[in-house]
C-alpha cells in the first residue's frame, strides 16, 4: 500500500533562514510519481512539481529545489533564504498512477511559518 | 478566468440534511476528484471520475454520491450529512494523467 509520511508538523523560522521539509514514502511499484503542493492561508492549493521515479535529478527553481532520493524513499522540499509569502502549508503526495488523482495519497502535511 | 469553481464557500448544516457542494470547471479537462481535508489526514480521496459518464470510489466514499453527466460538472451529494462530514471540501480536475490537479478554493463544511 502506498503510504506519505511527513514527520515535520510544524516549523517556524525566521526570515532569510533555508529550511528543508521532509517526505518519505512507501510503494510497491517501481514506477509511480511524487508531487508536491502548496497551500498558503488563503485556502487554495498549488501544484509545485511533479517527479517520476526515473528521473532522480535534483531539480532547482528559483529559491525552491527538491532532492529525490530512491535509496531512503525521500523527496525533500527545500527553500532557500524562507520569505514571510512562503508561508504555508505544504503537502507531498505520491501516486502510483501517473497524474491522475484517483491514485494519489497525500502526506499529512506540514504548516511552515516565516516570521519576519 | 479559466479554473475550477465550487460552491458554495461555506455551509452550516443540520445533521440529517441533505446537500450538494457544486463543482463547475471550464477548462475541458477529462478527470475530475472530490478530496476532503481534515487536519492531520491531510487529503483524503472520496469520488473520482476519469470521463464523462463515469465515476469510482476513492479512499473515503460512505456517506458521499456524485454523477458525471457531463464534462464540466461534478457535483457531491451528501444524501444524510452527518459531524463527522464536517471539513473542507476540495474539487480538483486533471487534463489527462501527465497532468498535474488543479484545485478549486474550496467549500467549508460544518455539520452541526
Known amino acids: 500500500a502506498q503510504k506519505v509520511t511527513q514527520a515535520q508538523t510544524e516549523i517556524s523560522v525566521v526570515e532569510k533562514e533555508d529550511v528543508t521539509l521532509d517526505c518519505v514514502y512507501e510503494?510497491?511499484?517501481?514506477?509511480?510519481?511524487l508531487f508536491w503542493y502548496k497551500q498558503p492561508p488563503s485556502g487554495e492549493l498549488v501544484f509545485l512539481i511533479r517527479?517520476?521515479?526515473?528521473?532522480?535529478q535534483n531539480e532547482i527553481s528559483g529559491r525552491y529545489s527538491w532532492n529525490f532520493q530512491k535509496s531512503t524513499s525521500s523527496f525533500n522540499f527545500t527553500i532557500t533564504a524562507s520569505q514571510v509569502v512562503d508561508s504555508a502549508v505544504y503537502f507531498c503526495?505520491?501516486?502510483?498512477?501517473?497524474?491522475?488523482?484517483?491514485?494519489?495519497?497525500f502526506g499529512a502535511g506540514t504548516i511552515l511559518r516565516v516570521k519576519s | 478566468i479559466a479554473g475550477i469553481t465550487q460552491a458554495p464557500t461555506s455551509q452550516i448544516l443540520a445533521a440529517g440534511r441533505r446537500m450538494t457542494l457544486r463543482c463547475t470547471q471550464d477548462?475541458?479537462?477529462?478527470?475530475m476528484y472530490w478530496y476532503r481535508q481534515d487536519l492531520g489526514l491531510g487529503l483524503r480521496l472520496i469520488h473520482y471520475?476519469?470521463?464523462?459518464?463515469?465515476?469510482g470510489k476513492g479512499e473515503v466514499p460512505d456517506g458521499y454520491s456524485v454523477s458525471r453527466a457531463n464534462t464540466d460538472d461534478f457535483p457531491l451529494t451528501l444524501a444524510s450529512a452527518v459531524p463527522s462530514q464536517t471539513s473542507v471540501y476540495f474539487c480538483?480536475?486533471?487534463?489527462?494523467?501527465?497532468?498535474?490537479?488543479?484545485f478549486g478554493n474550496g467549500t467549508r463544511l460544518t455539520v452541526t
Open positions: 517527479r517520476n521515479s526515473f528521473d532522480e
Open positions: 480538483a480536475s486533471s487534463r489527462d494523467r501527465n497532468s498535474p490537479l488543479h
Open positions: 477548462m475541458r479537462h477529462n478527470a
Open positions: 510503494t510497491r511499484d517501481t514506477t509511480y510519481y
Open positions: 471520475s476519469n470521463t464523462a459518464g463515469t465515476t
Open positions: 503526495a505520491l501516486s502510483e498512477d501517473g497524474g491522475y488523482g484517483n491514485k494519489l495519497v
